[in-house]
């Protein structure tokens, strides 16, 4: 069966790999599965056929046959159930695996997502300058705590994994802000992410889309 993502018609970072898409694309690239893309305005994000794929009206979604998903943990839970190469064959290996899936998205994440509302939506703010500090000093919190469990290992848990692509989505917000170069093995992290072929392919089909929106 086709497998169809939706994505945004023009991506709000112009195609930096930012977009949730972009975490789908990635988990697609890597298990080997070919996949369809269909484009959504922002108008059509909030219309009757998205919002039935879709109830808060975001992107991406995830069609295959009858079954329709929406959040991009659980499609790259369910694309790395599905196919190999994303979950280890140990059970425990697996569950430890999805364990991290799961901090990425519930722990590392909301502090990143938090500095992203400081900095863009908040700016104007009469609080602003002493609130940014705070939100930053939660993200160090957090990315010490990551720090120290990677240590000096290429990932997370032994191989990649499915929550090595997440941790990696996340972290990506942080590399403009340079919060993440004062943790170096992080920052290596990242990089060995964004080195790797599968990533590299999903990155370039959604700056793809941007390019020829903006041309």
Known sequence: MTITITAFERSPDGGKGLARDTRVRWALEEVGQPYEVRLVSFGAMKGP??????PFGQIPTYEEGDL???ETGAIVFHIAQRHAGLLPDDANARARAITWMFAAVNTVEPPILELVTARILEGDKPWHAERLPLVED??????KQLSVRLGDADWLDGAFSAGDLMMVSVLLRLKSSGILDEYPNLA????????????????AAQLAVNTARAS
């Open 188 to 203: 290596a992290y990242l990089a060995r992410g964004e080195t790797r072929p599968a990533y590299m392919r999903a990155f």
């Open 68 to 70: 329709a998903l929406f």
């Open 138 to 143: 939660r993200i160090r919190d957090r990315l």
């Open 49 to 54: 056929a998205h919002l039935a794929l879709h």
